[in-house]
């Protein structure tokens, strides 16, 4: 079985003088990660290099400082900066706030009773959350907010909307 992985967000920062990062994150809660052993950091595309985590601490709701072992410096810290941080699946369950937009990765997408597919990204924007599936081979960007959401039911991993006509054929 191949390991998932989820994107939380990423490096934004280093901080202090022993390599200690501050990781911005969208699990929609203060958390400290210690349900992860280790965070992925993608160093080059499609590529996940695990950094074992020695502490962490929450600042706020967004972001964490974080010592990854192995990064023992301010430079060694830097070059990290900017990078996409990821979680295996298992961790991200336990850390991602249930009402957090990224907590619907992996659900199902329903369409007045017709299944559409599997959510692989949501995209926070500052109006609304975008989540993108693969519908018929293509990937479709579905608008999630008050008019299109119907229910979540987080039992069945499912996410029912009712979208407007249209909306799917510009992916068919």
């Keep these: 079985m191949s390991t998932s992985y989820i994107n939380i967000g990423k490096i934004v920062a280093s901080f202090g003088l022993k390599g200690e990062v501050i ?4 699990l929609g809660k203060k958390t400290t990660l210690k349900a992860a052993e280790a965070l992925f950091v993608e160093e080059i595309k499609g590529s996940y290099l695990p950094y074992f985590i020695e502490e962490s601490k929450a600042k706020d709701e967004t972001e964490i400082y ?9 430079e060694a810290a830097r070059k990290l900066n900017q990078k996409q941080v990821w979680l295996q699946e298992e961790s991200f369950r336990k850390l991602a706030g249930k009402t957090a937009p990224i907590a619907l990765i992996g ?3 329903i369409n007045e009773g017709n299944v559409l597919g599997k959510v692989e990204e949501v995209i926070e924007q500052p109006h609304q959350v975008l989540l993108m599936i693969n519908y018929k081979g293509k990937e479709a960007l579905i608008p999630l907010h008050g008019e299109t959401l119907k229910k979540i039911d987080q039992q069945k991993k499912e996410v029912h909307v009712k979208l407007p006509d249209g909306l799917l054929d ?3």
Excluded: P, W
């Excluded at 990781?23 to 969208?26: L, R």
């Excluded at 974080?66 to 301010?74: A, F, Q, T, Y």
């Design 66 to 74: 974080v010592k990854l072992e192995g990064i023992d410096s301010k």
């Design 170 to 172: 510009i992916y068919a």
């Design 23 to 26: 990781v911005q994150h969208a």
């Design 107 to 109: 659900f199902t997408m």
